[in-house]
């Protein structure tokens, strides 16, 4: 029973570690917004995430396949900044590829589209 716990521990410890959010640095959540409440930047956001984002993370945030849902309580109470990053880095192990390609103002009103939900 203890090997099992053991694992079990180990497996959800991998997971959490392998989240994209976690692994973005300290320095990244010191970042601002600089859109945050800006409406034309949420809807600038909103034809962003339809064009770049919906056909994995799904037109309501609920996720598909291996893309997980964009609509966590985790999400929502991420560091802006720790969203840039994971929005500039990509995720590997979620299969979720870089937007480094997207200007960081870009990026920026991804994120204000996505706290405005």
Not at 54 to 73: D, F, I, K, S, Y
Not at 96 to 117: D, G, N, V
């Amino acid at each position: 029973m203890k090997v099992l716990l053991t694992w079990v521990l180990l497996g959800v410890a991998l997971c959490q570690a392998a989240d994209p959010l976690q692994q973005a640095p300290a320095k990244a959540a010191t970042l601002r917004n600089p859109l945050e409440g800006d409406a034309q930047a949420r809807q600038a956001g909103a034809k962003l995430y339809a064009r770049e984002c919906v056909a994995c993370h799904g037109a309501n945030r609920e996720g598909h396949g291996n893309a997980p849902p964009l609509n966590r309580t985790d999400v929502n109470s991420a560091a802006a900044g720790a969203l840039l990053w994971v929005l500039r880095n990509r995720s590997l192990h979620h299969g979720m590829p870089s937007f480094a390609h997207l200007p960081e103002p870009q990026r920026w009103q991804i994120i204000t589209f996505l706290r405005a939900q």
